[in-house]
């Protein structure tokens, strides 16, 4: 089933990502990897289908993720992310959805070293989970954008919003009529 789903949006997105890239050449449907098919069927819901959402509410991708390799903490937290290192893949296929994301999409330097299956396995057994992501991601842009003059539009993500307290969920219709009066 999830490899009928694949095909059907690697052949709904062909034409859509063709020559999305700036200057790239168009990608044909016969040019479409397991990698980006994996990204479609994993990330592309969110991040969107090109690498391009609400930056404020999911990080854009597409020209940014690249930006992360510049840095040991950066490359790493590309692999440790929750959502990717739990992803339900081999290490040789999460190395190439990794690559695909951070070189391909994210305009990534090839002077940097792509992912490995070996390196990809060592990243994943520890996930990001022992600290807020919020706060760990802010920090490591802060350092690739210092240390390597990372575009500033990774600033953007904001992160999710904070809980809501319980003043916000103590609403009734009684409360609003008194408010009311």
Partial sequence: ??????RCLLALSASIWAGTASGQEARTQDSATPAV???L??????HG???VSAPKLVPT????AGAFLCTREGREYLVRLPSVASTPVDDESLAALVNFVAFDLGAGDSRFPRFTAAEVHHLRQKPLTDETLTAHR???????????GAPAGLRTYVGPPPPATT??????PRSDWSRAQ
Wanted: net charge positive; hydrophobic share 30%; glycine share 10%.
């Fill in 61 to 64: 991708l597409r020209g940014q």
């Fill in 49 to 51: 289908i090109q690498g």
């Fill in 138 to 148: 802010r920090s490591v842009v802060e350092k690739v954008t210092r240390e390597c």
């Fill in 37 to 39: 098919a994996l990204y």
């Fill in 167 to 172: 003043e916000e969920h103590s609403w009734s």
């Fill in 1 to 6: 089933m999830m490899k009928t789903v694949a």
């Fill in 41 to 46: 069927e994993r990330c592309g819901g969110c």
